[in-house]
């Protein structure tokens, strides 16, 4: 027990900003180009961001209650090993330390790069179709060549070296990033409020209502949509809330660190509810600004929309600065993951006899060992996916286990009847309308991305076989009857 208590060095403030730390990121500053491709009034972008926050909020309540419940270190790999099966919590945990943080490291990485390669370069031209961000026959060596996989690599390397040499300076570093990217978040809304010039409104119309119900063509022209699928699921609407849903993700971030965070039966709850409010706020308002400062025909199908919003409301010259500033804070982003991630691999590896010495943690709590698993995984996602790639099968992925872990919180109402902590607000309206939502977007991504999904799955069926391995490990090493 004296070693738990020991591990419990994250206060309030520390899980919270794990929360917005993970969620502000790469999303937020990449997701309104795709968007804009079907999407284009004011009214109906502040709308789909506003449905995200919703949804991250019903999720978040019910991670609450479960992290409350089970406040250890290991998020659904902890909760759906105790709710179902372990052979589900192996799966999921394996899923959470490579689509939930290598995966998103990777993107975030790519991100900052892609937005330094900007300021330092120049812009590229916009995309012309959605999805088209990086050209799919680039192979990794030539990517090794790129100046954004070159940036990603090298604050990869450094981020992670911070948190694998000490776990104090990781989470200290951790505060002060997170409230530099707020900062600089309010401050450039400020500056869009009273500087943006551009002739958009935010007021519902029939033309964004057209837009957030209608078929898109640009995803199912030529294709018969089943009588389960409405239009608006297959449409503009389905297609950015897959990039909102990606952007919102990390609002369960401070579960997987649940086992070092002082009274969990409070905090964990507080960080979470309070970390997605905060961001659904800033995410709306940052989008409004974006639209605000430059037209529309000048962010459809950029992924840098930041740096070009910057440089239409401050000038090229303190834009490219804004620009700048903002790839630095995808910096906290990586940070906060490279800090959750691998106490997720820790606390798996600890169960499996075949890998327990990778769970080794120092004095401090801190498992250097997985911290360089991880960052293994990490590059590797890198260089085999493109950006848009990524994004998908983070998201498709993620969608699956975060709607089971969910229905578990459910599960276990049912069961166990009303736990004597935290208990969900808004129960049971809250976690019916997320598995309704997650279900519908994972049933768009099966119908419209069936590769980035084959991917996702095929992360499952691995997740399975390692599981399986691990089993057979510990018959092994077990002694004959």
Request: glycine letters at 10%; one cysteine or more; hydrophobic letters at 50%.
């Amino acid at each position: 027990m004296s070693q738990q208590g020991n591990r419990r060095t994250v206060d309030l403030f520390g899980a919270t900003s794990i929360v917005v730390a993970n969620m502000i990121g790469t999303g937020v500053f990449t997701s309104l180009g795709y968007q804009l491709f079907g999407i284009q009034t004011g009214f109906g972008i502040a709308m789909i961001w506003l449905v995200g926050g919703l949804l991250a909020f019903c999720g978040a309540v019910c991670y609450a209650e479960l992290a409350t419940r089970f406040p250890e270190d290991g998020g659904e790999y902890y909760f759906l090993g105790k709710i179902y099966h372990p052979a589900v919590g192996f799966v999921a945990g394996f899923v959470s330390s490579t689509v939930g943080f290598a995966a998103p490291i990777a993107g975030a990485a790519l991100a900052l790069g892609a937005y330094l390669k900007g300021v330092f370069w120049g812009l590229e031209s916009a995309v012309t179709g959605e999805g088209d961000v990086v050209a799919s026959s680039m192979h990794w060596y030539s990517k090794m060549q790129s100046p954004d996989y070159i940036i990603a690599v090298i604050v990869i390397l450094l981020i992670t070296g911070i948190h694998w040499w000490n776990a104090r300076l990781g989470i200290d570093f951790q505060k002060g990033s997170t409230v530099l990217k707020i900062s600089m978040m309010v401050l450039f809304i400020v500056a869009g409020i009273y500087l943006g010039n551009q002739p958009i409104s935010f007021l519902p119309s029939d033309a964004s209502f057209a837009e957030l119900f209608g078929a898109s063509g640009l995803e199912t022209a030529g294709t018969d949509t089943p009588w389960w699928q409405p239009s608006w699921i297959t449409g503009a609407f389905a297609i950015s809330l897959v990039w909102v849903s990606f952007a919102f993700s990390g609002w369960n971030a401070s579960t997987y660190i649940a086992g070092t965070i002082v009274n969990p039966e409070k905090n964990l709850s507080r960080s979470i509810i309070a970390g997605t409010l905060t961001v659904t706020v800033l995410y709306v308002l940052l989008n409004m600004v974006f639209m605000m400062a430059s037209p529309v025909r000048e962010l459809v199908g950029v992924k840098e929309v930041g740096l070009v919003a910057a440089q239409s409301l401050l000038g090229k010259s303190i834009g490219g600065l804004m620009g700048g500033i903002i790839s630095l804070l995808l910096v906290s982003t990586i940070s906060s993951m490279v800090f959750a991630g691998p106490r997720v691999l820790a606390t798996m590896f600890e169960a499996i006899p075949a890998t327990v010495s990778l769970a080794k943690r120092e004095s401090d709590g801190n498992p250097r060992r997985s911290i360089g698993v991880q960052l293994l995984i990490t590059l590797i996602l890198l260089f085999a996916m493109d950006f848009p790639q990524l994004i998908y099968y983070i998201a498709f992925t993620l969608s699956l286990f975060t709607m089971l872990t969910v229905f578990g919180m459910v599960w276990l109402r049912i069961k166990e009847g009303k736990p004597s902590g935290y208990r969900a607000l808004g129960y049971p309206l809250t976690p019916l309308i997320f598995l309704a939502a997650t279900f519908l977007v994972a049933m768009f991504f099966i119908n419209q991305k069936p590769t980035e999904s084959l991917y996702g799955l095929s992360t499952i069926v691995l997740g399975l076989v390692f599981y399986g391995l691990s089993k057979l490990s510990t018959k092994a090493k077990s002694p004959s009857n």
